[in-house]
C-alpha cells in the first residue's frame, strides 16, 4: 500500500519540543517534493514548511519560522519536522503530504495536487 504515515505527535507543554516523522510506505520518497501541514479545529488547513527532493531547499511559513525545522533522510524514506518553543496555538492535527513535480512554494501550501497525504498526528500544547 501507497502511503505517508506520521508519528511523533502528543502532549507538551508550552516552550517544549516534538519530533514529527513522515514515513514512506511502499513507495521511496526521494524524488518528492515533502510538505508538513496542519489544521487546528474550526481553522482551514495552513502549510508550515517544505523540503525539495534532494533536501536542497526549505521553505518556511513566518508562524513557524526559526521554531520549526524541516529535514530528510532518503536513506530512511522519512522526513522529520523538528519542532521547538511550541506554543498553545501550535495545537493541531499535523499532516504530511508529497508531491514528485511540487516546488517548495506558496503554490505548494495550497496542498493542491499532492500525490500523497497522511492520516494525520495529534499535537498537543498544553499545561
Known amino acids: 500500500q501507497l502511503q505517508l504515515v506520521e508519528s511523533g505527535g502528543g502532549l507538551v507543554q508550552p516552550g517544549g519540543s516534538l519530533r514529527l516523522s513522515c514515513a514512506a510506505s511502499g513507495f521511496t520518497l526521494d524524488y518528492y517534493t515533502i510538505g508538513w501541514f496542519r489544521q487546528a479545529p474550526g481553522k482551514e488547513r495552513e502549510g508550515l514548511s517544505c523540503?525539495?527532493?534532494?533536501?536542497?531547499?526549505?521553505n518556511y511559513r513566518d508562524s513557524v519560522k526559526g521554531r520549526f525545522t524541516i529535514s530528510r533522510d532518503n536513506a530512511k524514506n522519512t522526513v522529520y519536522l523538528q519542532m521547538n518553543s511550541l506554543k498553545p496555538e501550535d495545537t493541531a492535527v499535523y499532516y504530511c503530504?508529497?508531491?514528485?513535480?511540487?516546488?517548495?512554494?506558496?503554490?505548494?501550501?495550497?496542498?493542491?495536487?499532492?500525490?500523497?497525504w497522511g492520516q494525520g498526528t495529534l499535537v498537543t500544547v498544553s499545561s
Open positions: 503530504a508529497g508531491d514528485r513535480n511540487g516546488l517548495c512554494g506558496s503554490y505548494f501550501y495550497t496542498g493542491k495536487g499532492m500525490d500523497y
Open positions: 523540503i525539495s527532493s534532494r533536501g536542497g531547499s526549505t
